[in-house]
């Protein structure tokens, strides 16, 4: 004898809908009713219960008037053709008048004669997914405004750099500088979650990795925007470059002091001073470098740029404008430790790499090539690339004498090879894209080098760990 057929707890029926978070009515056409459950009435606002002579207005009644006739023919029409309907429209609730975005799903009831007797739904609150939607089309929509900028910028630099090289090595020297910058820059942005960056941390940034010893920078804390930021970072960044080259900074007995003070229009005055070094003269052409301090840092700052060649030492004066300076967020990042300066090839020198077998992995197709050619150039035996992390695992049971490691593999951290080639004995460099708040991984004692690089930079550091730097 066959069993009844399992019937649904009304309780738990119930429970069901609690759970999916979903409020229930029930629309009478025939009798002109429509009923509001509790679970709906504290989604919508609406009162609970039976409000009859209403009909479906009821819930008409509280749609956002901007989307009151898109929701209205959807309903209708799914109703009259498919006998269901599922929408999604925002509701002003009519006890607090707050938006919200729900869901809507209906299905309509028949009569013997096949006519619409009644519309059963539920809806549902979908206000915070359609806010993290829209938050994420936003940031996706901010991070292609950005990434377009920094293309801008990058292809403006190089256009700008060659035009006042005369060698290709030349070029590299200035360009890579410029890009390292900028990377400085970007990463103390990044940190901040890219509400600006202080001047301080710039100036560490900058400052600390070079002539330890002599440079001091010191000025109270000014937040900048990132405008700003990256602006006052490129300057530092030529300043630091023309003192090191010609300046101050050439000598061991040579000064840079770094100085700034809030001006009392809400901007801001930075001083650089050096002295200790060479006799300065006035340069007889002035590359680019000079053109961007001159003319657009100026600018980019809503102030003014003045470099005075003084036979004692170069001295330059930034001011900016009230718009450059903003409240520091409560949790943007304290002072960061001063940047060790990276590895670099030797001045003897370029790395000798010769019949070194050296093991690649790194995801960026185009880099990967550039340190094969780099490496190769050096005299490295290339094992690689390898893109993925499967394929470096695969590849180390082959000899080995080093390797260059990305940090991140496509999400996949590096560290299982790390580990592996670090248990076989095998000295290896890291070169990564994070920042130094994180990313590359630990424990390992190993050099990291932070692109955007020269891979002149990365020979010369695995040139270093097999011991022929």
Known sequence: MASDPPVLDPRR?????EAARLGEYALDIENDRFVVSERMAAITGLPAGERPGSGRNTLYGVIHPEDLAGAREAMETALERDGRYEADFRLIRPDDGRTIWVRAAGILMRNAAGVGVSVSGVLRDITSRVTVEDQRRTLMAELDHRVKNVLATVQTLA???????TSLEAFMGAFAGRLKSMASANELLTAARWRGAAIAHL???ELGGIAPGQTRWEGPELFLTPRAANALSLALHELATNALKFGALSLDTGRVDLRWRRTTGGGFELTWTESGGPTVKLPEHLGFGSTLLGQVTGRELNGETAVEYRAAGVRARLTAGPQTVIDRPADAPEAPAA?????????SGPADLKGARVLIVEDAVLLALELETGLSDAGALIIGPAYELEEALALLDQEIDAAVLDANLNGHSVTPVAEALARRGVPFVFATGYGDAGGAPSGFDAPIIRKPYDVTQVAAAVADVLGRG
């Open 13 to 17: 029926l119930e429970l069901a809908l």
């Open 339 to 347: 940047r060790v300066a990276e590895s670099r090839p030797k001045a």
């Open 159 to 165: 256009v700008q750099t060659a035009k006042r090289t």
């Open 203 to 205: 100036a560490a940034a």
